[in-house]
């Protein structure tokens, strides 16, 4: 029963970002749809198939992290106050006000980074890159980044691969008697950043060649924020990483839109 209850609380909140990544995609479907030729498009599946497929595809994948999570993480010290209130029933952390400043803190201080590193980078990076950074932010884009970045990407991310990560060493290196080492955590921290940054190249791909510029910035500003939703996470909770990660992109698109308005 509490796995139950743990699985529909994540799944609940995962599920939202998807239906947001899903009705976000289609008009990039659509674009793609659109350079077939008709003999190809007849072979096609309508759109609203296509799209009903991609949010099966995340689903799985959601339900499948979601569940790894729940047999690693509690096991290594990591945890959720969502779960800890609604399954476990125990007491309000004491922490949570600290909680959300860091995580607010982290959220603002990885948004300036980035962007100023983004800067930085762009005099070397192609001509199409620079373009897409330059633009005004959209909105639904935004918003879709808070709630499917900032929430079902903390799910697969941080309460899957990075709860993984960090049980297998800790069973590899026998150190089922104690928590985890803290060199654990934060190798488990810096290999799911790396896979984060990995997993945002085909987004990329979809607008440039992946060119070993384009690859390193990718990795690198991935990889940044992703080394600080994963502290969060050790050190205080799953929430704490996903309250960053939605920080983030919040801060992210009211200083690109304050610079487009001013370029």
């Given at each position: 029963m509490?796995?139950?209850?743990?699985f529909?609380?994540?799944?609940?909140?995962?599920?939202v970002?998807?239906?947001m990544?899903?009705?976000?995609?289609?008009?990039?479907?659509?674009q793609?749809?659109a350079?077939?030729?008709?003999?190809?498009?007849?072979?096609?599946?309508?759109l609203?198939?296509?799209?009903?497929l991609?949010?099966?595809?995340?689903?799985i994948?959601?339900?499948?992290?979601?569940?790894?999570g729940?047999?690693?993480?509690?096991?290594?010290?990591?945890?959720?106050?969502?779960?800890?209130?609604?399954?476990?029933h125990?007491?309000?952390?004491?922490?949570?006000?600290?909680?959300m400043?860091?995580?607010l803190?982290?959220?603002?201080?990885?948004?300036i980074v980035?962007l100023?590193?983004?800067r930085?980078?762009?005099?070397?990076?192609?001509e199409?890159?620079?373009a897409?950074?330059n633009?005004?932010?959209?909105?639904?884009?935004?918003?879709?980044?808070?709630l499917?970045?900032?929430?079902?990407e903390?799910?697969?991310?941080?309460?899957?691969?990075?709860?993984?990560?960090?049980?297998?060493?800790?069973?590899?290196?026998?150190?089922?008697?104690?928590?985890?080492?803290?060199?654990?955590?934060?190798?488990?921290?810096?290999?799911?950043?790396?896979?984060?940054?990995?997993?945002?190249l085909?987004?990329?791909a979809?607008?440039?060649?992946?060119t070993?510029?384009?690859?390193?910035?990718?990795?690198l500003?991935?990889?940044?924020?992703?080394?600080g939703?994963?502290?969060?996470?050790?050190?205080?909770?799953?929430?704490?990483?996903?309250l960053?990660?939605?920080?983030?992109?919040?801060f992210?698109?009211?200083?690109?839109?304050?610079?487009?308005?001013?370029a």
């Amino acid at each position: 029963m509490a796995i139950l209850k743990q699985f529909g609380i994540l799944f609940g909140l995962g599920s939202v970002g998807i239906v947001m990544f899903t009705i976000a995609s289609i008009p990039l479907v659509e674009q793609q749809l659109a350079k077939l030729s008709p003999e190809m498009l007849e072979k096609v599946p309508p759109l609203w198939i296509l799209m009903l497929l991609q949010g099966l595809q995340y689903s799985i994948l959601l339900a499948i992290s979601i569940l790894v999570g729940i047999g690693c993480a509690y096991r290594v010290g990591l945890s959720s106050h969502l779960i800890d209130h609604w399954v476990f029933h125990t007491a309000k952390s004491p922490s949570f006000t600290v909680e959300m400043k860091w995580s607010l803190g982290v959220g603002a201080a990885t948004a300036i980074v980035l962007l100023l590193l983004d800067r930085l980078m762009q005099p070397v990076l192609p001509e199409a890159l620079q373009a897409s950074n330059n633009t005004e932010p959209n909105w639904l884009s935004s918003l879709t980044a808070m709630l499917y970045g900032g929430i079902t990407e903390e799910i697969l991310m941080r309460w899957g691969l990075m709860s993984l990560l960090v049980w297998i060493a800790w069973k590899g290196l026998k150190q089922g008697v104690t928590l985890p080492s803290q060199g654990i955590y934060q190798g488990a921290i810096a290999l799911a950043a790396l896979v984060f940054g990995l997993l945002h190249l085909p987004a990329t791909a979809a607008i440039v060649s992946l060119t070993p510029v384009v690859i390193i910035r990718a990795l690198l500003l991935n990889g940044i924020a992703g080394i600080g939703f994963g502290w969060l996470f050790w050190q205080y909770s799953l929430e704490a990483a996903m309250l960053a990660h939605i920080s983030f992109h919040a801060f992210s698109f009211a200083l690109s839109l304050m610079l487009a308005r001013l370029a």
